[in-house]
């Protein structure tokens, strides 16, 4: 339990004020709501502040000189002043939910008390006047605040049927915040009713949580309740999923270490989440053992199925299947610099130190005590890598001192896929011997691509 502070006072800035004070002076109410008055009330520094006003959207338009009409249709306004961008909302009481996704019709209303009654948690439910300095908290939200207790506004049955988003808001906040779930709030938790939400929201709210300090007690207690299952299958089917000798966990715990133990940024902390997680669809059991051939490769389309489902970007998407993909590297502390170039230009140098994290990640959730030796090789390799890559060496076609131009004059070629193949050929020789990546010496060498018999310079381009 913690002390509530009260002086929010402290935390609004100016801006924020002079807009309140705008509104006010026009004859309108104005308040703080929402995520800036929980976090301050919390000690935080919000990032973001919401108004609430009685005033309709067209006035906020015309009260303001720079304003984005972000959410006219339900009543959002941004008005951008002295370099900070504030959402100013009109009241609201919200129509019926018919789908459990959107409200079927948004009325605008004159009271704060209405407005806070369309809230999801008592948490995210006070207002604040900053002129006045007085709170409106008509369902205890600072005493739950206190107590760090999550619970819905309301009967959460009915909130969770009006808009099953907020079930995953609900876990969400759990995460972030580190507050307990209030018991009647979680009991109706109804996982089906997720599908009525689209991809877009549940993929805001799964990323966030997933950016808490510790997201796995988090998503343990969702997976207890179903919706692990409803959102994320193939996590959840890590449940049971046993390693051998190696692994203290079952799959699911595994990941969910892995989780935890990742820096927290999106791309790493979801590659963690999925390393494993075609295990369960490639397990065997044979008399050396227990088996997972080939999940890096099944993993990486597991990845971009999950991620494209959700409708990540593209970018995320290949960046997190990448990682997957190459979990598994085979290279360690005693590897030939060779090899390591190798390594290097397979997987691209931006991702070098990321794998090596999601490395760092997996040891970590094998539950074991490494041993001090483990670690100094995991550092050695890592020292290592930047050390590789921080030197002239090449690791791609376009680092070479040669160009396709070349190519095509040297060896009288048109341009098309036989000048790529010389200058793949020209880097494999380069990445076994840095010294090469000499104009001159490239040229003189190019001479001799074409009596490399085929079956060499196949097997010359196979990694390691
Ligand atoms: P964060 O700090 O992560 O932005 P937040 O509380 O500001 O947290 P937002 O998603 O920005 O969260 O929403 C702002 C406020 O709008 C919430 O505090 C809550 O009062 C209300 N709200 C948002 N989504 C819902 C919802 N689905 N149902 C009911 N109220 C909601
Ligand atoms: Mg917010």
Not at 47 to 74: C, M, N, Q, R
Not at 113 to 121: K, M, T, V
Not at 230 to 249: K, M, N, Y
Not at 434 to 440: I, K, S, V
């Amino acid at each position: 339990m913690f002390r509530v502070s009260h002086d929010i006072q402290e935390h609004i800035p100016q801006a924020v004020r002079a807009i309140c004070d705008t509104l006010k002076d026009n004859g309108y109410q104005a308040y703080l709501v929402g995520g800036a008055v929980r976090d301050s009330l919390r000690g935080e520094a919000p990032e973001d502040w919401d108004v609430a006003t009685d005033a309709l959207p067209t006035t906020v338009l015309s009260l303001f000189p720079k304003t984005i009409p972000t959410g006219i249709k339900y009543g959002t306004v941004t008005v951008m002043l002295r370099g900070i961008a504030v959402e100013v909302t009109t009241f609201r009481s919200d129509g019926i939910y018919r789908d459990a996704r959107h409200p079927e019709d948004v009325s605008f209303s004159t009271s704060i008390a209405e407005d806070l009654q369309r809230r999801d948690f008592t948490i995210n439910a006070i207002a604040y006047d900053p002129e006045a300095r007085k709170f409106i908290d008509p369902f205890g939200g600072r005493r739950d605040l206190g107590r760090r207790l999550l619970r819905t506004v309301g009967d959460p049955q009915e909130r969770f049927a009006e808009d099953a988003l907020r079930m995953l808001r609900f876990f969400r906040f759990m995460a972030t915040l580190r507050f307990r779930p209030h018991r009647r709030t979680l009991a109706a938790i109804d996982p089906p009713r997720i599908r009525n939400v689209s991809s877009e929201r549940i993929r805001d709210e799964l990323s966030k949580l997933l950016l808490a300090k510790l997201p796995s007690k988090t998503l343990l207690t969702m997976h207890e309740t179903g919706l692990l299952q409803e959102i994320l299958p193939e996590v959840a089917q890590g449940d049971g999923i046993t390693q051998g000798s190696f692994h203290r966990f079952d799959v699911l715990h595994h990941s969910l270490q892995a989780l935890d133990s990742a820096l927290p940024r999106l791309q790493l902390r979801w590659a963690a989440l999925l390393h494993d997680a075609a295990k369960p669809m490639t397990r065997i059991e044979d008399a050396d053992g227990i088996h997972f051939y080939g999940h890096d490769v099944e993993g990486e389309k597991l990845t971009r199925a999950i991620l494209t489902r959700l409708r990540y970007s593209r970018e995320l998407t290949e960046k997190v299947a990448l990682l997957v993909r190459w979990h598994m590297f085979p290279i360690h502390s005693r590897s030939t610099d060779k090899a390591l170039r190798r390594f290097i230009r397979k997987v691209g140098k931006e991702n070098v130190l990321d794998l090596m994290e999601i490395r760092r990640a997996d040891i970590l959730a094998l539950g074991r005590q490494a041993t001090w030796a483990g670690w100094t090789h995991w550092e050695t390799l890592r020292e290592r890598l930047v050390e590789v890559m921080d030197s002239d060496a090449t690791f791609a076609v376009s680092d070479l001192a040669v160009s396709g131009h070349d190519v095509m004059a040297a060896l009288d070629l048109p341009p098309g896929p036989a000048v790529g193949a010389v200058l793949e050929w020209l880097l494999e020789k380069v990445l076994d011997d840095p010294q090469l990546n000499q104009r001159t010496r490239l040229l003189k060498l190019m001479q001799s691509y074409e009596k490399t018999p085929l079956v060499q310079k196949r097997q010359e381009n196979t990694y390691q």
